[in-house]
């Protein structure tokens, strides 16, 4: 099935909620990730306790094992999201395409392994219109591609995943869709925003 056929047929079922990955997806946040865990097992190193940060160690994983500095690196995780923002550029047509389901009184949420604030902040300076709801990493007892957070969202907002589109970039987002049978869509070079616009009636 070619990809535009795919998102035709998908379009016909979204009236609901469109839930938005991010990263990568709707701003490029461009995180030097290798150089903040290379900040958080410094910091780790100085207290005295030698906790492995290396890729592919989830970042988070890792955090959890420095009990008593957990905060402090929760902290480092943080201010270098919300620093990155300063340098963030908006994903093509994100913002228009946001604008005009906004138009369309399609509600949309954020779903996303970033800080909240970080996610808040990146929205306002782009003048993105406001989600119903962000989940950050700060919100949630587990992490994307883990479904309880959305699935308690869905609940919450009382929608159906058929009523529903995930847009993301990322493995870990098919992987979330598929889990709540969400149909999910990547954002990459074959498929962007500027097609979606035009199938969404
Ligand atoms: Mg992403």
């Known amino acids: 099935m070619g990809a535009n056929k795919k998102i035709m047929k998908i379009s016909n079922r979204v009236n609901k909620l469109i839930i938005f990955d991010f990263d990568k997806t ?3 946040l461009n995180v030097n990730w290798r150089a903040v865990r290379k900040k958080l097992r410094d910091f780790c190193l100085s207290h005295g306790l030698d906790i492995d940060f290396n890729f592919p160690h ?22 270098e999201e919300i620093k990155a923002v300063k340098k963030a550029k908006p994903i093509v047509g994100a913002k228009e ?17 970033n ?7 990146a929205l306002k300076k782009f003048h993105f219109p406001e989600p119903e709801i962000i989940k950050g990493w700060d919100n949630v007892e587990l992490l994307k591609p883990n479904p309880q957070a959305l699935r308690r969202v869905l609940e919450k907002l009382k929608i159906s995943p058929e009523h529903c589109l995930l ?8 992987i979330l869709g598929k889990k709540l049978g969400i ?19």
């Open 26 to 28: 709707i701003v490029n």
């Open 58 to 79: 989830p970042i988070f994983e890792s955090i959890k094992k420095a009990r008593h500095i957990r905060q402090d690196l929760l902290d480092i995780v943080k201010n």
């Open 97 to 113: 395409f946001l604008e005009f389901i906004n138009k369309k009184g399609i509600k949309f949420i954020i779903i996303s392994n």
């Open 115 to 121: 800080h909240s604030q970080c996610i808040d902040a």
């Open 167 to 174: 847009i993301g970039d990322s493995n870990d987002d098919l």
């Open 183 to 201: 149909k999910t869509l990547l954002i990459n070079n074959f498929n962007n925003f500027k097609q979606l616009k035009q199938i969404i009636v």
